[in-house]
């Protein structure tokens, strides 16, 4: 089964004040020189899988300028088509002059929540900054994670946002304790309920790393077969813990039961410093290159190509849940990559029914193996066929 934009329009989004295109099956190609608006395109049509900006946590810097002063209204909206049904996608920024900002999301204009709308439609972005999964900190790792389980598994964002929740309390609580107004046996109740929250997402992630891991390596051997690639969970549930979720696949309730005995360890130390030092919140998952870090030892061409492969396999693991080839978005993919490479990544992603790729170069994109694409040109936030 397969799902693809039919159109999309931004209303005064970044620098896009009035865009609209419709968008073809297979490839849709969009040039232009840097700054002009590619990539805040394609975060505007990715905002409409996972609801939020892939590069920015406010989202006043998605709000074009003019609007900032005088307040006004953006939209994000994208008709979407599965077998014979449309999805209508829409979300909207309204914002006042005294700089409040309220946002809501639509489904065949019906209002829904954030956890609703994700997942609705389906997409995998790739663009340059991600070989920050490589060498970035944690933070950009857990993210990948969460994007990726929020569009196979409707209640993925559900449980995150309760176990932020719960986070919140505990480490309120740890503060009161610290700080003498409050009693340290409170804090049995928030490690059951903590314990709870987070075992599902223990589970979940160590689930979905075991997969990605042999699916990423197939991706990279076909770039570059000396490249061996490994993924290793590292997740923060107490000392000496790691390899259990290494060897075995523990069961929620045993997840559950681990963290609970591994939360009442860090009570002293978690109450000195007012904060919950282990959960998911601290979770990682290390990249083994040729059986060492990637971090150290990947250039940062193989980076790129392990980014990509990581980025592949979750576009694999999002068809193989939701039986959708999801849409693929590549910004500015074939740069700072070789002919040779770029005709093995275009191999790799001609079995996708809508591509969408954008470039600095249009010299790079060649069109004998990327045939009957449509070309777009944008300029200064304006989008013209080309």
Do not use: C
């Not at 940062?300 to 990581?310: E, H, T």
């Amino acid at each position: 089964m397969k799902i693809k934009i039919k159109t999309l329009s931004l209303s005064n989004y970044r620098n896009h004040k009035n865009s609209s295109i419709d968008l073809q099956d297979g490839f849709n190609i969009f040039s232009g020189l840097n700054g002009q608006g590619k990539s805040n395109l394609f975060e505007g049509i990715y905002l409409l899988s996972i609801a939020k900006s892939s590069r920015v946590s406010n989202d006043k810097f998605l709000i074009n300028n003019s609007l900032l002063d005088t307040g006004g209204h953006t939209q994000v909206l994208g008709i979407a088509e599965e077998k014979n049904r449309n999805i209508k996608a829409q979300i909207d920024y309204d914002i006042s002059k005294n700089s409040d900002l309220v946002k809501t999301f639509r489904i065949n204009g019906v209002l829904v929540s954030n956890q609703e709308f994700v997942g609705n439609i389906n997409s995998v972005f790739f663009d340059t900054d991600d070989i920050s999964i490589i060498s970035g900190p944690p933070l950009i790792r857990r993210k990948y994670l969460n994007i990726l389980l929020s569009q196979i598994n409707n209640d993925h964002v559900k449980n995150l946002q309760r176990y932020q929740k719960v986070l919140y309390q505990r480490n309120s609580l740890l503060k009161n304790i610290k700080d003498g107004k409050s009693n340290e046996k409170e804090i049995e109740f928030w490690d059951n309920r903590l314990s709870e929250e987070a075992a599902n997402i223990f589970f979940e992630r160590n689930k979905i790393i075991k997969t990605i891991k042999n699916s990423s390596n197939d991706f990279a051997k076909n770039f570059n077969e000396k490249i061996d690639l490994n993924i290793r969970y590292l997740p923060k549930i107490g000392k000496n813990i790691e390899n259990k979720f290494l060897e075995e696949e523990p069961s929620i309730d045993e997840i559950k039961l681990i963290f609970y005995e591994s939360l009442k360890k860090t009570h002293s130390r978690d109450i000195d410093q007012r904060i919950t030092t282990i959960g998911p919140h601290r979770d990682d998952f290390e990249i083994i290159f040729n059986n060492a870090p990637a971090s150290i030892t990947a250039s940062r061409g193989q980076s790129r190509i392990i980014s990509l492969s990581l980025k592949l396999s979750e576009a694999k693991e999002i068809r193989n849940i939701t039986n959708r080839k999801p849409i693929l978005i590549l910004d500015d993919i074939f740069s700072e990559l070789d002919e040779k490479m770029r005709e093995k990544v275009v191999t790799e992603i001609l079995d996708f029914d809508q591509i969408l790729l954008s470039t600095a170069d249009i010299s790079l994109i060649d069109k004998k193996n990327i045939k009957d694409g449509k070309y777009f040109k944008i300029n200064d936030g304006k989008i013209e066929p080309n």
